[in-house]
């Protein structure tokens, strides 16, 4: 099965300054690639989400990148704000091989963003 | 639309008692989940159901039962709980329509067993 690592677990940034956390995945037929914020407290949301048919997509101060050959993707937030701090879950999954659309997720990094 | 809704929120149980995590949607979704979330680990999956009816393990069935005899609801038993199975549970759903499917959580049930 799919297997996802997630660093770093723990992310501590200035507001302002940039944020990257990482993930690789162990298999090759994996073709979606969403990531998930979760507050403090609060209900994992999705916040963007990457497909194999393209390498980067962004959203106004998020970004994720896609490398298939390396098997690896990542999470890019500029700009930091307090806002930003939150437990981040990148997850993979192939969606034609996958009858529940089955995640499987990292392990979360925990985004500090120090004011 | 209320979404995604569990009960209860938190619960403390003793070694060997069962009970069931109560899970509702209003979104006519098809595709239900519960996961686990353990102190600073990710999200691993219990079971999951592709529509009333059917219903299939994920990594981490030992412990656990579902049920899915209509679209809305999804209940998760333990049966005879363990300290192991202490951890904050997630029910989640998301539709059909096309392979690339966003997954709505509920706010999570926080379940300690002692």
């Known amino acids: 099965g799919e297997n996802v690592e997630q660093h770093p677990s723990t992310l501590s940034v200035q507001e302002g300054d940039s944020a990257v956390i990482k993930c690789t995945y162990s298999?090759?037929?994996?073709?979606?690639f969403p990531w998930y914020k979760q507050e403090l407290g609060k209900r994992p949301q999705l916040i963007i989400d990457i497909r194999s048919n393209v390498g980067e997509k962004k959203d106004q101060r998020i970004a994720v990148t896609l490398n298939k050959t390396a098997k690896h993707f990542s999470l890019h937030i500029t700009e930091t704000q307090p806002e930003d701090s939150a437990v981040y879950f990148c997850a993979a999954t192939s969606v034609y091989n996958n009858a529940g659309n089955m995640l499987t997720f990292g392990g979360g990094t925990r985004l500090m963003v120090k004011p | 639309n209320a979404g995604v809704t569990q009960t209860p929120k938190f619960r403390i149980l003793k070694i060997g008692q069962s009970m069931t995590l109560q899970c509702a949607q209003d979104m006519n979704h098809n595709y239900m989940y519960w996961y686990r979330q353990d102190p600073g680990m990710g999200l691993k999956l219990i079971y999951y159901?592709?529509?009333?009816?059917?219903?299939d393990k994920g990594e981490v069935p030992n412990g656990y039962n579902v049920s899915r005899s209509t679209t809305e609801d999804f209940p998760l038993r333990l049966e005879l709980a363990a300290p192991s199975q202490t951890s904050v549970y997630f029910c989640?759903?998301?539709?059909?329509?096309?392979?690339?499917?966003?997954?709505?959580f509920g706010e999570g049930s926080r379940l300690t067993v002692l």
């Open positions: 989640a759903s998301s539709h059909d329509r096309g392979p690339y499917r966003e997954l709505f």
């Open positions: 298999d090759s037929a994996s073709n979606y």
């Open positions: 159901s592709v529509g009333a009816g059917i219903t």
